[in-house]
């Protein structure tokens, strides 16, 4: 997983950070054929709560949640047996990655949202932003920068 922000020093200024500064960039994404059963065990072994689905060319056009999956289930679907595109929820809210923080922390909010994928002027996926990810970046931003002592001969 790699986020700008794991390399920041501390002291960074919160209100001007954005989406490209705390996003994951290294996601796991699936297409639309992707079996479910493939997402549930990427999505129980890593730790995240949903994935997006993208076409050809990495455009995101769903995305596929926790929530999705146990629906499918209750409604009797054999994981095993459907794909992506059968069960995934289609118009995927995303941010742009010069978005600030800020607005992303207000859409994460609005639409009760844990993770958000990122995209391109394209819609080509380069990243997700999650709530832990935005928190580190406060946290970082609150760091003091460490200290640097000179020697001078």
Do not use: W
């Amino acid at each position: 997983m790699t986020r700008r922000v794991d390399f920041m020093l501390g002291g960074e200024d919160f209100k001007k950070m954005t989406a490209a500064h705390v996003m994951q960039s290294d996601v796991y994404y699936f297409s639309e054929d992707a079996p479910a059963i493939d997402l549930v065990s990427a999505m129980t072994m890593g730790g995240f709560g949903s994935v997006p689905i993208t076409t050809q060319g990495d455009i995101v056009v769903g995305i596929v949640s926790e929530y999705d999956l146990l629906k499918a289930i209750h409604d009797g679907k054999d994981l095993c047996l459907i794909n992506a595109k059968e069960i995934m929820t289609k118009g995927v809210i995303s941010v742009d990655e010069d978005m600030l923080v800020g607005q992303v922390i207000s859409i994460l909010q609005e639409k009760h949202l844990i993770r958000v994928p990122v995209v391109d002027k394209k819609g080509v996926l380069i990243g997700v932003v999650a709530r832990r990810d935005i928190l580190l970046g406060y946290l970082k931003s609150v760091e003091s920068p460490p200290r640097m002592e000179y020697n001078l001969l």
